[in-house]
């Protein structure tokens, strides 16, 4: 389980390790986030200038002195994704000319993580390219959460950490539900190892929907492996983007018996009409974190509910500046 950390103890002794030397920098993908766990850290942000030019061309203006230090960057790199991509590389390359010590580059939803293999022929495998270029921008570590796929950390020729939102996951499950009567869902076969895992975390049986399209034109084919009938329903993933097959396996669920069905999902990408889609379906809540900024129809959505992952970063950035072990987080 996720260990607690108080709001200034864990950044005075982080600051100490390295005599005053961690710097925290956002860029403009999540600024709600970075000043939470600058908080919680006890750590200003550097002042710092991200603006574009009339014609979009990002510019960045570090304005404190941050050689020799310890640097931060908080950035996911969700939508707008290429300019939030953008705006990472180019932090990262005015930090190290500005002769940083270490550049860490903290990306808590991290964009492309879904082209990981090539899909067919003639396609990229754009998460490693992506991880290339912050590579050779000059970070000397990354830092993500739940990223869609492991082998993902593989992609990186420097330290990656992979935190994991299942401890804060576990933790809201144990105060809202009655365990006694949860299942835990996988909506896809691919998803069964995440499903799996939380399920163990809080003695619950797993069930797993298999989406098939038998015929090109034809509607998905939803068929639930387990028997649901009585449970209250958790649906478990990674990502919830256009919200259709969520949508799709919390109507498969109850069509076989389920009493109600919830969701919880580390990144709320919600593209396109699928806050409307959410609001509007039979799902009791969807849970999800602030890896990506919640845009204001997610926070006036009545089933819609966000969990800060603030202390959970900080805690880890903590454990980095001052050369402790991040796994141990999670043992």
Sequence with gaps: ??????????????????NGSIKLVAGNSNPELAAEISSVLGV????????????????????????????????????????????LLIITDALRRASARRITAVIPYFGYAR???????????SAKLVANMITHAGADRVMT?????????????????????????????????????????????????RARGLAKRINAPLAIVDKRRERAGESEVMNVIGDVAGYNCI????????????????????????????????????SGGAVARVTSSRLKELVI???IQPTEAVRKAPNIRVLSVATLIAEAIGRTASEESVSSLFD
């Design 1 to 18: 389980m996720l260990k607690s950390v108080s709001p200034t103890s864990r950044g005075e002794a982080a600051i100490s390790a390295k």
């Design 44 to 87: 200003p942000l550097t002042k710092a200038s991200v603006r574009r030019f009339a014609d979009m061309e990002i510019f960045v203006e570090i304005q404190e002195n941050v050689r020799g230090s310890d640097v931060f960057i908080i950035q996911s790199t969700s939508f707008p994704t290429n300019d939030h991509l953008m705006e």
């Design 235 to 270: 649906l478990i993933d990674d990502i919830v983007d256009s919200g259709g097959t969520l949508v799709n396996a919390a109507d498969a669920l109850l069509k076989y018996g389920a009493k109600e069905v919830s969701a919880y999902l580390t990144h709320g990408v919600l």
């Design 145 to 193: 959460l739940d990223l869609h796929a492991g082998q993902i950390q593989g992609f990186f020729d420097i330290p990656t950490d992979n935190l994991y939102a299942s401890p804060l996951m576990v933790r809201d499950i144990k105060e809202k539900f009655d365990l006694a009567n949860v299942m835990v869902v996988s909506p896809d076969v691919g998803g069964v190892a």
């Design 289 to 291: 974190t602030d890896s």
């Design 115 to 125: 082209q990981d293999r090539k899909a067919g022929g003639r396609t990229p495998i």
